[in-house]
């Protein structure tokens, strides 16, 4: 797997809202996918790029704080699942 970049208008947003901002990831999208998503993110290590025009972070940092976060079943997560009745959620944060 490789890195997860955010913008610089994205990583503000993310510093400003803390809790109350989620970063959703699909990986392995043509085989089996697998959605994580974490919440105040910004103690994960993430890297400047070129003057700080975007931030990035490994799949494996967002899949492990995605794993460590629960909680009751978002609404995002709530609507995905909807959409998608076959899925099965692969983190913990789905359900409280």
Not at 4 to 20: C, F, G, I, M, P
Request: hydrophobic residues 45%.
């Amino acid at each position: 797997m490789g890195l997860v970049s955010l913008s610089q208008h994205e990583y503000n947003t993310a510093y400003r809202l803390k809790w109350d901002y989620w970063l959703y990831t699909v990986f392995n999208c043509a085989t089996t996918p697998e959605v994580h998503a974490v919440c105040n993110l910004l103690h994960l290590p993430w890297e400047p790029m070129q003057q700080v025009i975007q931030y990035r972070v490994s799949a494996e940092a967002l899949m492990d704080e995605a794993s460590w976060q629960s909680g009751p079943l978002s609404p995002v997560a709530a609507a995905f699942q909807a959409a998608w009745p076959t899925w099965a959620p692969t983190t913990s944060w789905w359900r409280g």
